[in-house]
Each structure stands twice: as C-alpha cells, then as structure tokens.
C-alpha cells in the first residue's frame, strides 16, 4: 500500500497517510463501514443519488463535532436528492451517542473502525495515529468523484464554501 509521507500534520507534526490520494474525475472507490446497528454498508448502498462522504477523525473533538453538524444541517436541505455520509473511526456505538447528543437525523454515520477499509481505499487513513484524515468528497450518481479535498492540518475545518458549491453542482 502506498505511503504519503507528511502528507496531512496535526498540530504542525507531519504524519503518514496510506493509500493513493484521491481526485476528480476517479472512480470511487467501494467500502465496508459499519452502521450503528453494526450492519455493513457499501458503496452500493448509496447508488443511484449523488452522495456526499464527510471524513472525520472524531466525532467528539470540537472541528469534527462541529464540520459533522454542518453537514447534518446541510443535509436537511437536499435530502431527497443527495445521500449523506460521515466516516470516522469511532465505534459505532459512539456515533450513535453522539448523533442523540447532536439531534443528528439527516446524515448516516459509519464507522471504519473494524477494519480501516475506507481509509486504506480513499487515502484517508493516518498511520500513526489509526484515525481519518480530515476529507470531504462529492461522488456524482454515476460514482464518479466530482469533488475531493483533504485538509492538510487535521486541526482545522475544510473549505466548506468549495464542498456545497460542487455539491450543488451535481445535485442539480
């Protein structure tokens, strides 16, 4: 599996992400995650809508807490148009906590605790540190990657104004 070296830091320190970076215009890739009723969800499982995969390192830090509410509020919008996603290593257990805590009930929150699939699939997972790279993509209807950032700081939000804006691109 392919190494980027310092390709994401936390806190200034640079880390190692696995897996090929991912860019407009690449398939998407398929994944295992795991829902909260420990069901396992795939690519497939979104087929047919343009889906929007928001990568989080946890859900219960602060930019994580609060890029996994936008997204949820976001969602409210074009629900009938668009899947919503968040992926994080939290159990699923956790995200289910956290999603009561948030009143989330827009977006489907997996976990790729298990087994790191996605991570190691869509070049978000950090290997020092077992977690995802902060990440948002847009995959058309198609499962074609429109849109792919990944946040080089993990401590800092993603150009959210970028995302809705390719978002709204597919979505129509």
């Given amino acids: ?24 215009g690449d398939s998407a890739p398929d994944f295992r ?19 929007l995969v928001s990568v989080v390192p946890s859900l219960d830090t602060g930019i994580c807490d609060a890029q996994s509410r936008r997204f949820d509020q976001e ?3 074009l ?39 996605f991570g190691d699939a869509w070049g978000t997972h950090v290997k020092e540190l077992r977690l995802e790279q902060r990440s948002v993509f847009v995959v058309d209807a198609g499962g074609v990657i429109r849109y792919a950032q990944y946040v080089p700081e993990i401590a800092q939000h993603p150009d959210y104004d970028d995302v809705l804006a390719a978002l709204k691109e597919v979505a129509g």
């Fill in 33 to 51: 995650l795991l829902a909260d009723d420990l069901s396992v969800k795939t690519l497939k499982d979104f087929a047919g809508k343009p889906l």
């Fill in 75 to 77: 969602a409210l919008k």
């Fill in 79 to 117: 629900k009938d148009r668009v899947n919503f996603v968040t992926v994080s290593v939290d159990l699923p257990f956790a995200q289910k906590r956290w999603c009561n805590e948030a009143a989330a009930e827009t977006m489907q929150f997996l976990s790729d605790h298990r087994e790191m699939n």
């Fill in 1 to 24: 599996m392919k190494e980027r070296k310092s390709a994401v830091t936390l806190n200034g320190k640079p880390q190692t992400v696995l897996g090929e970076a991912l860019k407009a």
